[in-house]
């Protein structure tokens, strides 16, 4: 498979060896046949290479270097994708060989750090004599150790100097600082990114275009630790990205932008200037999602820049940057007609009317991003196909998502990114908890992931519940549950972020003309007096679309609703152990003022954010609270 692109890398590098002739030809002395050959080739490759590039979807005014370059990324990922994959499927035959060589490739790597040494890495042979001397973990266990990296000290955990201290999202506590390499992020690429884009185009065959991608990401903040390490998200950033601009309709200046509401305008404007947009791409769900209603509540302004060639005075924008981007605006008064059309339709499958040839939305929809996964095809993006295609987290690649086209989301633990064990659901909560290898989970079963991974997490309880519901060969596939730190828990009922979202979509059903926009909970113990009654209970904050009231008899669903999904919370509602849930309606636009307020809080970039769905702190249930309608 691999030589129909060594079929138009040999032509092409021939033609780039004869401009260089022709351009230099009286620097380089060539036997007389040779030009003769190396012409013909170089014409008999460019014919081949164009009538390719003529063969696929293009954007529309779309320059040949740009096509080009466009063109040999897309051949090489592709061929890369296939390599991969078939590495990772050999690996699936093995599975328990494989996990034992990442683990020691691990252990043997950072066999000289402080931490090597302490564990005595060096004379450990296997699996079983690392569980049997290295505790399972948790954040605390390292914060010491990651204090020391970022004042400057060097081989304390890991071999290598970090290139970010990472933070994560904390949606289920503090946000922890984790470390992050140069080989993490290429060991992401080559087994998450290229793997996906290969199952992506298999599934999607047209997603194989020159079509130009809308990426809604944004240019986090940073700060510096003592000894200079960067600390921020760790996820593609315009930066990291660098050499991949050119195929998304976002031109570079604006990613010099610090704001994100001005900088998702720019996305907006240029997308909406280019009618052939071939996918809509974001880490999450909720960026895309977010992205759509401020297209709804701003579509006017849009407009009007694209009619007159211009962009908005209202966006706060550098002098340079702004003439920069002025220069790309010309006036598109026909273009402007149709989007005006378009928006006085309504909203209700919007997407694929102002971009006809949108073949996808890639984005991670599951998890938290569930709700905005499904609203989306709902609303905004009616009939065009989605594509979650990992299953990762700060600490790193987790699993790969196989089957593009499944509606459930599951996803194949890569058995070379980390070595995994497995605590089941049932020990959770025992001092010392035995774990499992992937050769010994069942199907149908739910565990905590307890990883070791690149960047000096050993035997780390990664807080994610996971079910497995098949296998791959030998390799395990998982649905994500719910997190840990995400569960409501007021008299031991454990109910789940998957459980409560069950319950909530079947009321939400029942309440007629209603739309979820968004929601979270927290457990009354929280917020103490401010909300009155004694008996412990959920205190539910949901924005609707719709609906401006709901009734006391509407409002009881949702408590019965998930009664019948759990029978543990059942019990306790009837010997009246857990008082009625409590249903706020909540203004519009409350949760994405809150997403400001946690994300300034934890430090989080607009790319890697998830909204918490249980409220661990006061200051969040309080901002809902007086936020609500009804």
Known sequence: MGCSWIGVAVPLCLAVLSLFIAINGQTLAMPPPLPTVVGVLSLAGMAVLWREISSKQKGDKRTLGSLLSQYVAVKAVGWLGRRQRKKLEADTLKVMQVQEETLLKRLRKNTDTFYGRKYNFRCIKDSAGFRACHPITTYDHYRELVERIAAGQEKVIIAEKPLILAMTSGTS???????????????????????????????????????????????????????????????????????????????????????????????????????????????????????????????????????????????????????????????????AAQLRAHFQEGFGGIAKRLWPRLNLVLAVDSGSNQIYGEMLRENYCKGVPFYSPFYAATEGLIGVNLW???????????????FCEFLPESSLDEEIPQTLLMEEVKEGESYELVITNATGLFRYRLGDIVKVIGFHNQCPIVEFQYRRGQMLNVRGEKVSEVLFLGALIKAVAQWPGAQ???????????????????????????????????????????????????????????????????????????????????????????NTFKMHRVLRRKEYAEFLLVRTVS
């Not at 509606?407 to 058995?415: D, I, Q, T």
Request: with cysteine; charged share 25%; glycine share 6%.
């Open 173 to 335: 506590g503090k946000s922890a600082m984790l470390l992050s390499t140069k080989d993490t992020n290429t060991e992401f690429f080559l087994q998450g990114v290229a793997v996906c884009l290969d199952a992506m185009q298999k599934a999607f065959p047209e997603s194989d275009s020159l079509q130009r991608t809308t990426k809604f990401f944004y240019t986090p903040t940073f700060r510096q630790s003592e000894a200079g390490i960067p600390i921020g998200p760790n996820s593609s950033t315009p930066a990291s990205s660098r050499h991949m601009l050119n195929l998304y309709t976002t031109p570079a200046p604006a990613f010099e932008v610090p704001s994100e509401r001005d900088t998702l305008y720019l996305h907006l404007l240029f997308a909406l200037k280019d009618p052939s947009v071939g996918t809509l791409e974001s880490n999450f769900a909720s960026t895309v999602f977010y992205a759509f209603t401020a297209l709804q509540e701003h579509w006017q302004e849009l407009v009007k820049d694209i009619e007159q060639g211009t962009i908005s005075r209202s966006l706060s924008l550098e002098p340079k940057v702004r003439r920069r981007l002025e220069v790309l605006m010309k006036p598109d008064a026909e273009r």
């Open 404 to 418: 593009p086209q499944e509606p459930h989301r599951r996803y194949l633990l890569c058995p070379r990114s980390m």
């Open 516 to 606: 979820l926009v968004d929601y979270s909970c927290a457990e009354s113990g929280i917020l103490g007096d401010s909300i009155g009654g004694s008996d412990p209970h959920y205190q539910v904050f949901i924005e609707l679309k719709g609906v401006r009231n709901l009734t006391e008899e509407q409002r009881y669903k949702l408590d019965i609703c998930l009664q019948k999904d759990s029978a543990v919370y059942k019990s306790f509602r009837i010997k009246g152990s857990i008082g009625p849930m409590r249903v706020q309606l909540v203004s519009e636009g409350a949760f994405k003022e809150l997403r400001k307020q946690m994300m300034a809080y934890t430090s989080t970039s607009a």
